[in-house]
């Protein structure tokens, strides 16, 4: 069974980091890609940022460029979304995904809290 579990949420001040994890289980191989997406009060989900399994492909919104990195580590089937100059506008639920064999998995989302 696949599972994500996020971590590294909190509150943080304006211009401050955070990095958040998304720990996979039940893949056996390490083709899978990630994507990050977050959901802000009021507000649809959106897309942040992916990494795919091998090719090196990255992804990031418009919104976070150059301020958010993606990477994984297949040793320990963690990926990471190190986020830096924090904006109040990152304040969201942030959550990871997984497609696999035409099911897209989900983690319960982490929550980010920026002050201004």
């Known amino acids: 069974e696949v599972q994500l579990v996020e971590s590294g949420g909190g509150l943080v001040q304006a211009g401050g980091s955070l990095r958040l994890s998304c720990a996979a289980s039940g893949f056996t191989k390490d083709d899978y890609a990630i994507g990050w997406f977050r959901q802000a009060p009021g507000k649809e989900r959106e897309g942040v940022s992916c990494?795919?399994?091998?090719?090196?492909?990255?992804y990031y919104a418009d919104s976070v460029k150059g301020r958010f990195t993606i990477s994984r580590d297949n040793a320990k089937k963690t990926v990471y979304l190190q986020m830096n100059s924090l904006k109040p506008e990152d304040t969201a639920v942030y959550y990871c995904n997984a497609p696999r064999s035409g099911l897209t998995y989900w983690g319960q989302g982490t929550q980010v809290t920026v002050s201004s």
């Open positions: 990494i795919s399994s091998r090719d090196g492909f990255l």
